[in-house]
Antibody, heavy 121, light 109 residues
Framework: QLQLQESGPGLVKPSETLSLTCTVSGGSISSTNYYWGWIRQPPGKGLEWIGS???????YYNPSLKSRVTISVDTSKNQFSLKLSSVTAADTAVYFC?????????????WGRGTLVSVSS | EVVMTQSPVILSVSPGERATLSCRASQSVSSNLAWYQQKPGQAPRLLIY???TRATGIPARFSGSGSGTEFTLTISSLQSGDFAVYYCLQYDNWPPTWTFGQGTKVEIK
């Protein structure tokens, strides 16, 4: 059964770069049928798509975050990663990774449990 | 950019009653619409995709309808485990973007 697990620091200082990794188990990140994505949720608020990546490295980003976001993939480790630069308190959120079923016209069908990242000095 | 608007923000329903949740897109997304249920401290759970297809293991009391810009999630007879926040998601394929609605909280009346 496919599982996704987010990992990374739970606390990041303002102006620094947030870095998270999603490890995929029970399936291959190199499958031709799926994209992979990052979504976040500030405490008590709704869900926001951050970006998505294909195993070839092709990426799509939320226009509102595009200038600060980099998503990459490491097929040898079955992982994909998120970097968000110049963070502020507004970037405090639970960060989820998820699989996109159906390629670009697809929905998030399998999610990680999420990891809380707080931005504070 | 497609904007998704859900209504109402909060829906108060008694157990056993029907709940009807709405999601409106600012432009047509065809049937590229999914619904999720989220409980506190948990990841969202996929309920419906393609506007009306139930995901694996989702009970028949959950149904989705609509296309274009107007969508509805109906829970025919609310059970205690259904009180949660529900989100819609559009996944139109070009340009590739994914946009969530702001959520509807279904609470016990």
């Amino acid at each position: 059964q496919l599982q996704l697990q987010e990992s990374g620091p739970g606390l990041v200082k303002p102006s620094e770069t947030l870095s998270l990794t999603c490890t995929v188990s029970g399936g291959s990140i190199s499958s031709t049928n799926y994209y992979w994505g990052w979504i976040r949720q500030p405490p008590g608020k709704g869900l926001e798509w951050i970006g998505s990546i294909y195993h070839t490295g092709s990426t799509y980003y939320n226009p509102s975050l595009k200038s600060r976001v980099t998503i990459s993939v490491d097929t040898s480790k079955n992982q994909f990663s998120l970097k968000l630069s110049s963070v502020t308190a507004a970037d405090t959120a639970v960060y989820f990774c998820a699989r996109v079923r159906g390629l670009l016209g697809g929905y998030f069908d399998v999610w990680g449990r999420g990891t809380l990242v707080s931005v504070s000095s | 950019e497609v904007v998704m608007t859900q209504s109402p923000v909060i829906l108060s329903v008694s157990p056993g009653e029907r709940a009807t949740l709405s999601c409106r897109a600012s432009q047509s997304v065809s049937s590229n619409l999914a619904w999720y249920q989220q409980k506190p401290g948990q990841a969202p759970r996929l309920l419906i995709y393609g506007a009306s297809t139930r995901a694996t293991g989702i009970p028949a009391r959950f149904s989705g309808s609509g296309s274009g810009t107007e969508f509805t999630l109906t829970i025919s007879s609310l059970q205690s485990g259904d009180f949660a926040v529900y989100y819609c998601l559009q996944y139109d394929n070009w340009p590739p973007t994914w946009t969530f609605g702001q959520g509807t909280k279904v609470e016990i009346k």
